[in-house]
């Protein structure tokens, strides 16, 4: 991943020493140094595989920490006033935890989904078996009422990503755990979709909440589309779309936008068309890493890698109709997920 890291600081640079707002572009790059100094802590501290199992337990436990404090937040018995943020929080009875927006809640918890189903479905360590799946089932409640419509995407192209690859591994002999997992999900979904509130926040795609409708968001995405053709090379500099899309907003978006509620579309417009390009070169180098560690013996490494690249798969899908990737906490995560899926076989130790 060194390449493309490389490129994508030198169009960040260049971008930034161009920038229409430059003091904005230097504290957006060095949010962007402290992702990558993360990303290479993790690639040269988590060695062993006895490291690499407290760092996966840690992501697991804060989902865990998020989905429960979330549920007693949700019945009105938050016992940490300081998450409540009154003055941000969408006026919802959704599942939001620490979070003052519920689709941010659920990036994080579709990002960790997967490795517990990953751990779950190798079988390691089948003393907690049982525990993974009461955690799969507590994440996936955490999930449908968060009532974010980008995670439930997310997450199920995350699922049959991870169940296609489990499907195609000639070493992989329980087959008919992934035909049931398939299958219960496939269940499960009926069940959540014939709720009356996930209904009604289906419905909303196309009417309702003018802020959240797809029709608004298509109208916030023409004029993205519309800052990047008048800025194609080098973007109008990191951090500065918030700032320069009030000159692009159209009319019919009722409030300010500070986000293009399309990750991929707010950071070219920052940076350039050339980021489209060094995206796809990361992805290549990321998913051809993974596969690669899926074929070691160890069940933990594989059960974890698979998790990580299917958790990843998940939040960049929900990326094509959110900033999930612009809040620092997931940011974090998917830093973390990546560098896992990046990093040398861990020792037997």
């Known amino acids: ?45 988590v060695r062993t595989r006895s490291q690499l199992r407290r760092l996966v337990y840690l992501i697991i436990g ?14 009105g018995n938050n016992p940490f006033p300081w998450w409540e943020y009154p003055e941000i929080a969408l006026k919802t009875s959704r599942l939001s935890a620490t979070y003052g927006n519920p689709d941010h809640l659920a990036g994080y918890t579709e990002m960790a989904l997967p490795l517990v189903l990953g751990l779950f479905v190798f079988g390691y360590n089948r003393g907690i078996i049982s525990i993974l799946l009461y955690i799969s089932f507590l994440l996936l409640a955490a999930l449908v009422l968060s009532l974010s419509r980008g995670s439930w995407l ?74 990047i053709k008048d800025h194609p090379l080098i973007g109008t500099g990191p951090g500065t779309y918030s700032t320069l899309f009030t000159q692009y907003q159209p009319p019919g978006l009722l409030n300010r936008r500070y986000m293009a509620h399309n990750d991929y579309l707010h950071f070219i417009s920052e940076t350039g068309l050339t980021l489209m390009a060094i995206v796809v070169w990361m992805l290549i180098v990321f998913y051809r890493k993974g596969f690669r560690r899926l074929k070691n013996p160890s069940r933990l490494v594989r059960g974890i890698t698979l998790g990580a690249m299917s958790g990843t798969t998940a939040i960049l899908v929900h990326s094509l109709g959110d900033f999930n990737l612009h809040i620092p906490a997931n940011a974090i995560l998917f830093t973390v997920l990546a560098a896992i899926t990046a990093s040398p076989i861990p020792k037997n130790t």
């Open 1 to 45: 991943m060194d390449k493309p890291f490389i490129a994508l600081l030198i169009i960040c640079l260049v971008s930034s020493i161009f920038s229409l707002h430059k003091y904005t572009s230097f504290w957006s790059m060095v949010l962007l140094v402290n992702y990558l100094i993360i990303f290479y802590l993790i690639i040269h501290t």
């Open 62 to 75: 804060i989902a865990v920490f998020l989905s429960v404090f979330g549920l007693f937040k949700l019945i």
């Open 154 to 227: 997310g997450i199920i192209i995350g699922l049959v990503f991870m169940a296609l690859c489990l499907l195609f591994d000639r070493h992989f002999k329980s087959k008919r755990i992934v035909i049931g997992i398939i299958c219960s999900t496939l269940a499960l979904a009926f069940i959540v979709i014939s709720s009356t509130s996930v209904v009604e926040r289906i419905v909303t795609l196309t009417q309702k909440d003018p802020e959240t409708n797809l029709s608004s968001r298509i109208l916030g995405w023409k004029g993205t589309i519309k800052m």
